[in-house]
Nanobody, 123 residues
Framework: QVQLVESGGGLVQAGDSLTLSCTASGRTSFSDYVVGWFRQAPGKEREYVAIISWSGAGTNEAESVKGRFTIDRDNTKKTVTLQMNSLRPEDSAVYYC???????????????WGQGTQVTVSS
């Protein structure tokens, strides 16, 4: 099992950038896991944002963030980052990172979750 902690959230204005980090701990090798970012806005279901493969060679982003958000990882530091540019008010949500064993956009394929970090984008 791997434990995950997100950081880097905050209050920004539309058009600004923000970088979220997800740091892992635990006995298992971090490179054994696919890592994804998800978000949940008030009153809405949790939705997929981006995913990165075990080595970092493969990535995928949701259409709503493609071209604005970039996911990356450093397995030696056990971290995954989400660089968010050109932020919009509709990007406001609690952002969660999650680890799993399948390169999948489905929430149910992820077995370990962080507590989340709040991102608020003002107009």
């Amino acid at each position: 099992q791997v434990q995950l902690v997100e950081s880097g959230g905050g209050l920004v204005q539309a058009g600004d950038s923000l970088t979220l980090s997800c740091t892992a701990s635990g006995r298992t090798s971090f490179s054994d896991y696919v890592v994804g970012w998800f978000r949940q806005a008030p009153g809405k279901e949790r939705e997929y944002v981006a995913i990165i493969s075990w080595s970092g060679a493969g990535t995928n982003e949701a259409e709503s963030v493609k071209g604005r958000f970039t996911i990356d990882r450093d397995n030696t530091k056990k971290t995954v980052t989400l660089q968010m540019n050109s932020l919009r008010p509709e990007d406001s949500a609690v952002y969660y990172c999650a680890a799993g064993n399948r390169f999948s956009t489905q929430l149910t394929d992820f077995t370990s979750w962080g507590q989340g970090t709040q991102v608020t984008v003002s107009s």
